[in-house]
């Protein structure tokens, strides 16, 4: 490598400047460095992102190109497939050098596998790096020396291995190249909606960008982590770190999260800072997942659920779409991720679980709906935790564990709170019939100015009858069970 070629970084999943190991190797030898985020909605495999993650990502990369403008060299934006435009670049450049820090979705590997391939084939150096994963899906390993399965033994391996490394540094600054590359204009990429703009509500939640990671990271531990273990399956008010759409870009990486967690000046008890771990393990656990189970997103992993019996009950998937299914929790759930783009992991679970159980709809009409709506939509986590509750994937909930969602609500947002400010219409129901408005007298309903049925709708299945529907269905997957272990 010569100090005074350039040398091209891709920005990925990784749209930060801080303990970006591909970014700080470039930089190291003071050569010319191009950034570069490559739009690619070309590569065979690639799954576009959804539109909650758009507008994120128009925020972030505004936000990236702003930080690396500052330490010198700017963003160079580019749509086109990846390699191609790679190469393309190298020839513009001269660059003789690329780096990147690695993913681990399919398509992003293939097509890192052969860019890499080709680059070195022609003389170039490319280095990547790790960073969006504390672990190394190819280098844990059971006892038996074949991928976890289990999240137990998972992270047991992972609390056992060595300490994950510290972050690195941002770098000094950045040598821009000798002539400006041509970048294309963010704005030109419309990843913004426009006609409606449904996302109205994100800009009061989030602050996409490493700035706000930072932020987002700094409040959680020396405040709400106090009390993590115990306040996280409360869905209303903010009770958990909410960094999952900043870790789903690359803001901030799960190394910054655990070293907060071990040198940083933070709140709580020993057990609030190891549920916490444990959660980003589960994380870490949907990837190690995926990468050993490429179909994961569209193939049930447990395959005797291939047979289970599935409706297609489109006015039941339109309620559920719209928070109109009669269950105050589930419907508070659906209208918290249209209007912020995310949703709280214990009403995920319920709404997630009413999808598959109550309406016996496909996890995977779910899990498209999710990923079109999330800012944190994460390919590994996703259809990880839809596989989870659907009862089809590794280490899931036993199907048979059919969550009542009124219990549910009663259990986890006890006065309320949570449905009032997501479902108006019922704000001035009785706590004792805010989760069960079918169930209050009609003088009470008149006084709430609720009309069931007009201005809210009576549930689209009863709880009981669609438990023992959904008991029946499983029953053919049972069957296979049984054939199988004859
Ligand atoms: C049906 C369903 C779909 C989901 N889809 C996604 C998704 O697309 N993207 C996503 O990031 N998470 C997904 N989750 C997991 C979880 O709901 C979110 O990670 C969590 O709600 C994010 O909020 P937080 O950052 O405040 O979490 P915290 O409680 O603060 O947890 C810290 C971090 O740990 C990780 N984490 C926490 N819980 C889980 C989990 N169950 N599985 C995997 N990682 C976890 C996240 O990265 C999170 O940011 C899904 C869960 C369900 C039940």
């Known amino acids: 490598m010569n100090s005074s070629s350039t040398a091209l970084v891709l920005f990925r999943h990784d749209l930060r400047i801080a303990d970006n190991r591909a970014l700080a190797a470039a930089a190291a030898g003071g050569r010319p460095v191009v950034p570069v985020f490559v739009l690619d909605r070309i590569s065979p495999g690639t799954r576009p992102l959804g539109g909650a993650r758009h507008w994120w990502l128009h925020h972030s990369l505004a936000a990236l190109s702003g930080d690396l403008s500052r330490l010198g060299s700017p963003l160079v934006l580019r749509s086109g497939q990846m390699q191609a435009v790679v190469e393309t670049l190298v020839a513009e450049t001269g660059a003789d ?49 074949g991928p976890f399965r289990v999240f137990t033994p998972f992270w047991k391996a992972f609390s056992a291995g060595i300490e994950p490394r510290d972050p690195v540094d941002i770098p000094a600054r950045l040598v821009q190249p000798p002539s400006p590359v041509a970048t294309e204009r963010l704005e030109d990429w419309a990843l913004l909606p426009t006609k409606p703009n449904w996302a109205e509500g994100f800009a009061a939640r989030w602050t996409p960008g490493e700035a706000g990671a930072q932020r987002a990271l700094q409040d959680f531990v020396e405040g709400r982590l106090a009390g993590y273990a115990a306040n996280r399956d409360v869905p209303d008010g903010k009770t958990t770190s909410r960094l999952s759409p900043h870790l789903a870009h690359g803001e901030i990486t799960p190394f910054q999260l655990l070293s907060a967690l071990r040198h940083g000046r933070i709140a709580g008890s020993r057990a609030d800072h190891e549920k916490f771990r444990q959660e980003v393990g589960w994380r870490e656990f949907s990837w190690h997942l995926l990468f050993h189970n490429p179909d994961l997103g569209s193939e049930n992993f447990n395959k005797s659920f291939d047979v289970f019996p599935l409706t297609a009950d489109g006015r039941g998937f339109e309620a559920w779409r719209r928070g109109l299914t009669g269950y105050p929790i589930v419907d508070a759930g659906m209208r918290e991720l249209w209007r912020t783009g995310w949703m709280h992991n214990r009403v995920r679970m319920v709404a997630a679980s009413f999808l598959v159980k109550h309406l016996l709809i496909d996890w995977r009409q779910g899990e498209t709906w999710f990923w079109d709506t999330l800012v944190d939509a994460d390919l590994a986590s996703n259809a990880a935790s839809w596989q989870w509750v659907a009862g089809s994937g590794a280490d899931a909930a036993p199907y048979f564990r059919i969550f009542n969602p009124v219990l549910q609500g009663e259990k986890f947002d006890p006065d309320g709170a949570y449905v009032r400010r997501h479902v108006p219409e019922l704000t001035n129901i009785p706590t004792r019939f805010i989760h ?24 689209v299945v009863d709880h009981e009858r669609a438990r023992r529907r959904a008991l029946a269905a499983y029953e053919t997957v049972r069957g296979q069970h049984d054939d199988r272990s004859v």
């Open 97 to 145: 050098a690329v780096f990147w820090n690695r993913r681990y979705d399919p398509a992003g590997r293939a097509v890192d596998a052969k860019m890499k391939a080709t680059l070195r084939g022609r003389g170039l150096a490319v280095q990547s790096f790790e960073g969006q994963l504390a672990h190394e899906p190819s280098l844990l390993k059971t006892k038996g020396g």
């Open 436 to 459: 069960r408005p079918w169930e209050a007298p009609r003088d009470v309903l008149f006084r709430a100015g609720v009309k069931l049925g007009e201005t809210y709708p009576v549930p």
